[in-house]
């Protein structure tokens, strides 16, 4: 199997908690990392800096108007996707860690064997990882390892369709937000690999990372960032270890277990009527069906 040279597009706005793990990692499982820091208030752009020539192959700015935007990000990548020198391409979050199902195979690995398999996408079963009432404070570098409870989240699917092939003509990042790439002739893996999304690490981290934030409000009008824009302090409560279920103790990532996905994130307020990125993966689900 030959190999494949794999670039994430790591998209950061003061990501000073995951950041280096996040390159770490990526650097571990054989994915180099080109950062578009959004401009980061902390230390986010330092710490990268450090990884320059060890993980990282390329470093920018992108130019912020003062809240949270997909659209530039997005819009941006899209750009880099075809300039970059990679066979394969991902968007990526800090927050995220990406692995293979596969006991013992690197990611690199893992989308070596989807290429050599004559697919050009793959998508990525989220377990989203988050504090709770009888541990809840793992806001330092060792989060990975004491902050173990998680549950499966599959809102649509496929819900992060978002490491691709190289493609000679244009993709579309920007209508699904990242999390859903679109371009001609796009076939996608039978099968998944995996995502473990660390969504806060604290109550004081979730207070810092939804109630702090500005998003875009044009953003917001037209539906992105859907329930993060809504969340206000009543809503900061983390759930107790009862709420997530004994048989989702985080174990190995081979051991993840994706069976009855929540649909709805714990802190998200009130249901509403899907709007914006989950109405359109509604929609998109709905045309694979017919």
Known sequence: MAAVRIVAMLQVYNERRFIAG?????????????????ESSDDTLQIAERYEGRGVVGIETLPRD??????????????????????????????????????????????????????????????????VRESPDHDHPDFQRTMHWYYPFLPWFPARLNAW???DGPIDLTTMGGHQVKFEGLAMAPESL???????????????????????AKEV????????????EQHIELPSESEVPGRYEYGDDHLLDPSNPFKHHLMEPAKEKPTGL?????????SLRS
């Open 165 to 167: 092939k190289r493609q």
């Open 221 to 232: 009008d037209e539906g992105f960032h859907g329930w993060r824009a809504k969340v206000q």
């Open 22 to 38: 996040c390159i770490e990692h990526l650097h571990e499982q054989g994915v180099g990392v080109y950062v578009i820091d959004n």
């Open 66 to 131: 003062g809240t949270f935007a997909l659209n530039p990000q997005c819009e941006r990548q899209e750009q880099l996707a075809r300039t970059l020198d990679a066979d394969w391409l991902m968007h990526h979050d800090a927050d995220e860690i990406r692995v293979s199902p596969t006991r013992g195979q690197t990611l690199a690995e893992a989308i070596a064997e989807v290429d050599e398999a004559g697919f050009n996408a793959v998508n990525f079963f989220e377990f989203t990882f988050l504090p």
């Open 194 to 216: 995996y995502m473990r999304h660390y969504l806060y690490l604290s109550a004081e981290h979730a207070r810092e990372k939804f109630l702090q934030r500005r998003y875009s």
């Open 278 to 286: 989950r109405a359109r993966g509604r929609r998109a689900l709905r």
